[in-house]
């Protein structure tokens, strides 16, 4: 694990690589799996807030999903998630586009309907924040989904945390991911003393 002031990150968003390829993975992120995107209590009054927009982007079956369960549920783990638009189906808020998925409230945003890009737990995945007392803890997220962006990633050398430098810099603010690219430098040499 790396320290960054309270953020404890594990070493495999340094030391493995990371590009999304839509083309080969279809955007199954927003597809598969058994339950919603996480979201962040305040994320909560932010999706009350801009639905009225991001309503006019959404399939039928998501906005049919949204009518029938809320804009946002509880999970097996009584946190908040985005719905399905049925057990086991698409986020809720997935749009399709060349048989690719995407976000609709992305879709929107890149639009300018709003300033709210997309659920914080969307943008940073893989890494999947754990809530410790003394801090956050940034881990990585395997799923086999995902094996084309690590093929990808290393094609073109670019580390999971440099992939997600964006998504970062929005959590953690501009001077923690300097810290943190500053860090990772340092661990990687570390471990090239060590070989
Ligand atoms: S996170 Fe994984 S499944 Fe989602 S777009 Fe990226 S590579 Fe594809």
């Known amino acids: 694990m790396i320290k960054v002031d309270k953020v404890l990150v594990s070493d495999e968003l340094v030391t493995e690589n990371f590009i999304c390829d839509l083309e080969k993975c279809k955007g199954a992120c927003c ?5 919603g995107a996480p979201l962040e209590d ?3 009054t932010e999706l009350n807030k801009i639905y009225p927009k991001v309503k006019p982007y959404l399939t039928e079956e998501g906005k049919r999903a949204i009518d029938e369960q809320g804009l946002y549920v509880k999970d097996a ?3 908040w998630v985005t719905p399905l638009m049925w057990p086991g189906g698409p986020c809720a808020y997935t749009v399709f586009e060349n048989g690719i998925a995407l976000c609709g409230i992305e879709k929107a945003w890149r639009d300018g309907k709003f300033k709210f890009q997309k659920p914080i737990s969307c943008h940073l995945y893989p890494i999947r924040i754990e809530k410790m007392r003394a801090g956050d803890a940034l881990n990585y997220h395997r799923w086999e989904v995902c094996n084309p962006a690590c093929k990808l990633g290393k094609r073109k050398k670019v ?3 440099e992939f997600l ?3 970062l810099i929005r959590k953690y603010g501009k001077i923690w991911f300097n810290k943190l690219d500053r860090a990772a430098g340092e661990f990687i040499e570390s471990m090239k003393d060590k070989n």
Not at 31 to 35: A, Q
Request: hydrophobic residues 25%.
């Open 165 to 167: 430098k964006s998504a």
């Open 159 to 161: 580390r999971v945390y």
């Open 77 to 79: 783990d009584d946190e």
């Open 31 to 35: 597809v598969e799996g058994e339950s």
């Open 42 to 44: 305040k994320e909560l």
